[in-house]
Nanobody, 123 residues
């Protein structure tokens, strides 16, 4: 079992920055990959970024590449999503997720999910 709790969401103006955090507990954090996804009402959950178990390999959606950075601190059992140059279209509920057996952009590969944190970017 893995429990995930996101924090750091909020309201920010376009062009601003936010850093999301996701604290994990349960199974050894350094043994699985982590990802960030987002979802807006009426749309499917969308991949944002993923990091391998060590953080040495990362993957980004084209829409956030160059603006968002995923990182993880295995000593603190936490994964982060630094979001810069935010745009109104980044508005969504952001979820972190744990993939125990692999890693990638497919949401159905992830085994555990947090409750989500709202990010709202005003124009």
């Amino acid at each position: 079992q893995v429990q995930l709790v996101e924090s750091g969401g909020g309201l920010v103006q376009a062009g601003g920055s936010l850093r999301l955090s996701c604290a994990a507990s349960g199974r050894s954090f350094s043994m699985y990959a982590m990802g960030w996804f987002r979802q807006t009402p009426g749309k499917e959950r969308e991949f944002v970024a993923a990091a391998s178990w060590s953080g040495g390999s990362t993957l980004y959606a084209d829409s956030v590449k160059g603006r968002f950075t995923i990182s993880r601190d295995n000593a603190k059992n936490t994964v982060y999503l630094q979001m810069n140059s935010l745009k109104p279209e980044d508005t969504a509920v952001y979820y972190c997720a744990a993939d125990l057996e692999g890693w990638g952009a497919a949401s159905n590969e992830y085994d555990y999910w947090g409750q989500g944190t709202q990010v709202t970017v005003s124009s």
